[in-house]
């Protein structure tokens, strides 16, 4: 079934035990608060964890700084949709050997020759692309930042946020959040979905 943000933007105020709103544009304050929360809470929630359903490959070009003041002087441009990249290895995959590597502004520096494997969490703008787990944490991260200036009632705030916690709590124990390593050890976790070249 498709999603639009509007869905979410209802299902947010649902949780708050408001009335929905009929557009993100609507000129009603709730609406207002949505529409001014929901990109960089969408944003802020995708970078926080590693989620399968969001992480994405792209092969990167180097170019040679010709520095020479360190061994980090191949630089890779990181890929526009990039929120962050994560751990990089000789082979690209998630599994391989770690490689030095670190990251300035919109460029990232190793000493490995290009092309270069980046994996990275990508900023999926489209409800459809996302895990309907990760869409449960955004509607109850929404839920949380304008659940004192829509409603004025503490309380809510707290409803809000336990519904985070379970909503995060269930994408952990379901594997839709990427948790870093095999049972949490130095190498990447075991997961599927997230061997997609980016285009």
């Given amino acids: 079934m498709a999603i639009t943000p509007l869905d ?3 299902m947010a105020l649902a949780v708050l035990d408001e009335a929905p709103i009929d557009s993100l544009d609507q000129d009603v304050k709730a609406a207002r608060l949505l529409n001014l929360h929901f990109d960089l809470t969408c944003e802020s929630e995708l970078a926080k964890h590693a989620w399968v359903f969001a992480i994405l490959s792209a092969s990167v070009p180097g170019s040679d700084t010709g520095s020479g003041d360190c061994t ?7 890929p526009a ?11 690209g995959e998630r599994d391989g050997v770690p490689i030095s590597w670190r990251q300035e ?7 490995q020759p290009g092309p270069l494997i ?4 990508a900023n999926l703008t489209d409800p459809n692309d996302w895990d309907a787990l990760f869409t449960e944490v955004l509607v109850a991260a929404l839920a949380i930042k304008i659940a004192h200036p829509l409603t004025h009632k503490s309380g809510m705030i707290d409803i809000a946020r336990s519904a985070y916690d379970r909503a995060l709590d269930a994408a952990f124990n379901a594997n839709a959040i990427q948790r870093g390593g095999r049972f949490y050890s130095a190498s990447w976790s075991l997961q599927r979905g ?3 070249i980016a285009r």
């Fill in 8 to 10: 979410i933007a209802n």
């Fill in 72 to 78: 980090l002087d191949i630089a890779y441009e990181v």
């Fill in 81 to 91: 949709d990039c929120i962050r990249p994560l751990p990089l290895t000789q082979n």
């Fill in 105 to 111: 502004a919109g460029l990232i520096y190793s000493d």
């Fill in 118 to 121: 980046i994996r990275y969490i």
């Fill in 194 to 196: 997230d061997t997609r």
